[in-house]
């Protein structure tokens, strides 16, 4: 738990200084892109560092796709 306290404190200073550089140079979209990636990517690395089971994103596709890909054998079997 430290770590990522550690990881969340550093992941502060950063912001403290690059938020104010994108404000000044008026960099909307890298403003609006740099916090989504950190609101997503913190949670997941604490979420990492305590052992939670994240799930993997092609397990999604993989249930989206494979009772197409079962059909697609049968007809072409």
Request: proline share 8%; charged share 15%.
């Amino acid at each position: 738990m430290q770590f990522a306290l550690l990881i969340g404190i550093i992941i502060l200073a950063f912001s403290i200084v690059e938020i104010p550089k994108l404000r000044k140079n008026k960099k909307k979209k890298e403003l609006w892109t740099y916090s989504i990636l950190l609101l997503i990517g913190y949670p997941l690395l604490v979420a990492q560092i305590m052992n939670v089971p994240i799930p993997n994103p092609l397990d999604l596709i993989t249930f989206v796709y494979h009772p197409m890909s079962q059909f697609l054998f049968a007809v072409l079997s």
